[in-house]
């Protein structure tokens, strides 16, 4: 089993920043993807992010290009979201998952594709 712990959610003025980081532990596979995804009340999870165990980043959300920075300390097992310019419509509970395997670029934005879920942080930015 993978646990997946979130951190660095919160209360942020628009135009601000937050730094999101999800530390994996247990039995961490060395060839998977870390993805974060992000949920608004009732709607379906969304896709912000992912890296790879290489350190490529197949794509971002085109809602938080340019705004938003995926990253990894693989000697921490730890995987980060830089947000910057926050803007309300980015308000919403933060999830970071985990593969248990190398899985395909394509497959990357499907909540599908992740085996291990993270319990959530709520970032919500004030306007």
């Known amino acids: 089993q993978v646990q997946l712990v979130e951190s660095g959610g919160g209360l942020v003025q628009a135009g601000g920043s937050l730094r999101l980081s999800c530390a994996a532990s247990?039995?961490?596979?060395?060839?998977?993807?870390t993805g974060w995804f992000r949920q608004i009340r009732d709607q379906e999870r969304e896709f912000v992010a992912a890296i790879k165990w290489n350190g490529y980043i197949p794509s971002y959300a085109d809602s938080v290009k340019g705004r938003f920075t995926i990253s990894r300390d693989s000697a921490r097992n730890t995987v980060f979201l830089q947000m910057n310019s926050l803007k309300p419509e980015d308000t919403a509970v933060y999830y970071c998952?985990?593969?248990?395997?190398?899985?395909?670029?394509?497959?990357?934005?499907?909540?599908?594709?992740?085996?291990?879920w993270g319990q959530g942080t709520q970032v919500t930015v004030s306007s």
């Open positions: 247990g039995r961490t596979d060395t060839y998977s993807t």
């Open positions: 998952a985990r593969t248990g395997s190398e899985t395909s670029v394509f497959r990357l934005r499907a909540t599908s594709a992740y085996d291990y």
